[in-house]
């Protein structure tokens, strides 16, 4: 489902997320404006959770949590 989604909005929706004081439900309002998408709010935290899930972003927390 991700798969049209094209590497410059999944950029733009990383830059969104790091930005302080942008929600995440407000993301979906902004790329479709600026890119003219019909994203919405499921298929940003699909985008969100797949990059998640292929980078191991929890490995950072195990080494210095350590559960």
Known sequence: MTE?????????????VCIPGIEIEDIPEI???DYNTQ???????????????????DFGRRLCCRF
Do not use: A, P, Q, T
Request: proline share 0%; aromatic share 8%; hydrophobic share 35%.
């Open 4 to 16: 049209d989604i094209s590497e410059e909005v999944k950029k733009e929706i990383f830059r969104l």
């Open 31 to 33: 790329v479709n404006k």
């Open 39 to 57: 994203l919405d709010y499921e298929k940003v935290m699909e985008i969100l959770s797949n990059e998640y899930l292929k980078h191991n972003l």
